[in-house]
């Protein structure tokens, strides 16, 4: 039997639809806040976690990434969603009567162009679904909403402009949470993402990434950040292309724990196709 999933926004969030593509046979459950999804996957409430972490015109998601290290799941999956901004209107409503855009602090800077070529101002929701259902609420012509063609559906909102996103690869990056880790080989491509901290010795960074060039594993993506408020104290978060059992990546974080006094693997899964 299909379990449930939890995301955060409201029914029709992009997160929404993220659920429904990678797991189609989940009931969305939809919460507050980031830091809910993690409570409720962590307490068993809900099967899985959907997470947004970063998007191609905005960059990372920042509460999320401060989320992970400390959520005590494991990444199972991931899933690339295109993210086309639409903008939503009460029924009957024109583009030219619109004078206000609501939508998450995210999505507005990835349509600021068309926002500012119609003399549209955008205001800040917590999310981009709620937006909608206030707009529907409000049945003003002259307020919007930047949301998804589900959230039109779901509230009752006609679409008065489609697909309004500065970037025409507009791709918002979710991971899926679990509360036990699955390390199986599923795919021949696959993601390995993992916390570290360097030694406080002088070249421990340059040391420790090393290890990665010299038996050729492609990292894809390395952030830093400060551990408990100090400027002294930092840990790093990464993602690279390849299973812990090959034979190049084993070499590789074995010679990372030489120049580490942390090392935790947040997940082993599968590239998502649309990765590339």
Known sequence: MAGRIAFQGELGAYSHQACAQARPDFTPVPCTTFEDVVEMTRSGEVDLGMLAVENSTYGRVADVH???????LHIVDEAFVRVHVNLLGVPGARLDQVREAHGHVVILPQCALFLREHGIKGVVSSDNAR????????????RAALASELAAEIYGLDVLARHIEDQANNTTRFLVMSRSPDH???????ITTFTFRVRNIPAALYKALGGFATNGVNMTKLESYMVGGSFTATEFYADIEGHPDDAHVARALEELGYFTTQLNILGVYPADRQRD
């Open 66 to 72: 401060s989320l992970l290290p400390k959520a005590g």
């Open 131 to 142: 937006a909608a259902r206030e707009t529907a609420e409000a049945a003003n012509p002259a």
């Open 184 to 190: 199986s080989r599923r795919a021949d491509q696959m």
